[in-house]
Nanobody
Framework: EVQLVESGGGLVQSGGSLRLSCAASGFTFGDFAVAWFRQAPGKEREKISC????????YYADSVKGRFTISTDNAKDTVNLQMNSLKPEDTAVYYCAADRRSPYCSVLEWYDLWGQGTQVTVSS
């Protein structure tokens, strides 16, 4: 079965760190763009980071810039999100997603494969 599997969520105090991992199952990431999204209760799903497979360039939303880092581990075929200096407003369900039609970061609607989500809760 083709799927994305996220791991690494949990409960952390404000200022703490977590590392999320997104693993491909039944396929390989190859040249597909991969992004991390999050959705807080009552809010729309937002893209927070993405990595372009064409040149390795990265995108970060202003809300996480300087605190989060996206990276790839080709040996394990995972895309990771290192989250530092976490704030209560980072509390959300985090999803990884792949656009299997393009190596370029794009808008939410273009991502055709989604993980099940992992909860991140930051206490104050």
């Amino acid at each position: 079965e083709v799927q994305l599997v996220e791991s690494g969520g949990g409960l952390v105090q404000s200022g703490g760190s977590l590392r999320l991992s997104c693993a491909a199952s039944g396929f390989t990431f190859g040249d597909f763009a991969v992004a991390w999204f999050r959705q807080a209760p009552g809010k729309e799903r937002e893209k927070i980071s993405c990595i372009n497979r064409s040149d390795g360039s990265t995108y970060y939303a202003d809300s996480v810039k300087g605190r989060f880092t996206i990276s790839t581990d080709n040996a394990k075929d995972t895309v990771n999100l290192q989250m530092n200096s976490l704030k209560p407003e980072d509390t959300a369900v985090y999803y990884c997603a792949a656009d299997r039609r393009s190596p370029y970061c794009s808008v939410l609607e273009w991502y055709d494969l989604w993980g099940q989500g992992t909860q991140v809760t930051v206490s104050s």
